[in-house]
């Protein structure tokens, strides 16, 4: 049975006109408005103890109603995916995995037994080298475990079938969306414990506030419980044949990427989230999670996180100290597919297409600019349009899009049609760091490029309050700079940065990956057996 309480509604949230203001080009909603809110909810309602169906559901709460937020206030109305148009998504999705399967032959078999390692990908980190696909983040550490002997498992999420790809892997998209159907409908057809103390008043409060509540509704908690059950035992089938001893995956705060920490949970083996953009102070995922208690641990995130840097690492740490959570510092493992001396097949052939588009710049600086999805276009596209009619004259422009929108390549290009020249497929088809050692200079809303612009010593500019605070140490450091100005401020801070910049740097002496993963493999093998053994 829900327990419910009452509780007085003065608080340290920001005010109905600050959090519903208009925050196109101003200075609206920010992360850390949001990340106050989570922080005075956890301090003031029970939400720790809430539990559906058994499971300890506030992780996941707590991040989807952060970026519904988050979407409600900077996303654009096409963004939002009608259910018709993901059931209809999820049949095609499934058409497209009978011919990827048809077209190679693949069979779970080769995966099935005696692996060390399972990695669980994003399904969008992947880039073309030569012929082949390679997920950035996995693979360079399934290549690096080769080479101590160790084998991996790559399991690929969504219907985004690459093909071929360097490491062949078990498209497990089709499952999880059946997976995902029946717990939908086993919450609409059975009863459901629920014990969610607080709940009324929580909402109450937040809906006080001028802040959405729709992820937080009863109804929804309860589906959300049931797919999560049902995600979790599709992988606990998966893994019991698989018996890994460690568990990695790419962005693990989704709902299917909770329910497979649980799945690994269940089976024994550790697992150990891979940092694939930006985290720091402001992400929900990452930063001010409620302690648990001496020695405990939240069961839906992960045991380990793999940092770029001791700054993410700092951040985990303020809250993970004395916890059964840690933080690794190793690097960022796409590094060293690029690092001198190591080259993969396809990488001498990108830098060199992409020296060949540096050459049709005529000498003019160029400015790579990274586009993220989902944004309004008053966000995004809008002011970049300005900026290549004011500017496309002094600068060369390259236009990349972010993975989650190559679908969308037509209709940028639309948007920006009549703007000037400007630099579209090649940018977006090549890989990230073929780019970066030849551009002048970054621009982004806030993209996760800046940190790794930031590793070559190119400076970037971050146009909005948003990505400022997302990328706050970059700014403090002096690589980068926040201008949310009109297109002449925005160019003129482009000349300055490019005027001013500092040497640049060449993070590619050393594999720290692999050098982290062998510390890995080394120091986690006796806990995983012991778990494994419980």
Known sequence: MTQLATVETQSIVPSR??????????????????????????????????????????????????????????????????????????????????????????????ASRGQDLVFLSDGLSFAKLGDRWIERFC????????????????????HVYHRPRRTRSTFVQPAVDVANVVGAARARL???????????????????????????????IVSDSCRVRSVRASYARRLARVKP????????????????TLACRDAGALVVDIQHGVQGPVHPAYAAWPRPPAGGSHEMLPDLFWVWSEAERDVIERWAAGTKHSAIVGDNPWLDVWRSGYEWPGVRAAVSAAEALRRRSAGRPTVLVTLQFGLDDREQLDPLRELIAEAGNRFTFWVRLHPVMLSERETVRA?????????????SDLPLHALIPLIDAHLTHSSSTAIEAAQF??????????????????????????????????????????????????????????????????????????????
């Open 245 to 260: 001893r460690l568990a990695f995956v790419v962005s693990y705060y989704s709902l299917e990427g909770m329910a497979f």
């Open 415 to 427: 948007k920006l049609g009549g703007a000037g020249d400007y630099e579209l497929d090649v940018p």
């Open 139 to 158: 693979d360079p550490l399934i290549a690096a475990a080769a080479r101590q002997g160790a084998t991996s498992a790559l399991w690929t999420p969504l």
């Open 17 to 110: 006109a600050a959090s519903r203001g208009d925050l196109h080009g101003a200075e609206g909603l920010r992360s850390s408005d949001l990340m106050a809110v989570l922080a005075e909810i956890e301090s003031r309602f029970a939400v720790a103890d809430w539990r559906v169906a058994g499971i300890a559901l506030w992780p996941l709460l707590r991040l989807r109603w952060f970026f519904a937020e988050w979407s409600r206030h900077y996303a654009t109305s096409g963004f939002r995916v009608r259910t018709s148009e993901r059931v209809w998504s999820m049949m095609r999705g499934a058409l497209a995995s009978l011919h990827a399967h048809h077209d190679e032959h693949p069979s779970d078999d080769y």
């Open 457 to 534: 010593g190119v400076p970037s500019v971050i146009t909005t309050s948003y990505g400022a605070e997302l990328l706050d140490a970059l700014l403090a450091s002096g690589i980068a700079v926040r201008e949310s100005g009109p297109a002449p401020l925005v160019a003129a801070a482009l000349n300055r940065l490019i005027a001013t910049q500092r040497s640049r740097s060449t993070p590619l002496h050393a594999r720290r990956s692999e050098q982290a993963l062998a510390e890995l493999l080394a120091s986690r093998p006796a806990a995983a057996d012991a778990r494994r053994r419980a």
């Open 190 to 220: 059975s009863r459901v414990d629920a014990h969610l103390p607080d709940h009324a008043a929580m909402v109450d409060f937040l809906a006080a506030a001028g802040f959405g509540t729709a992820t937080l509704s009863a109804s929804k």
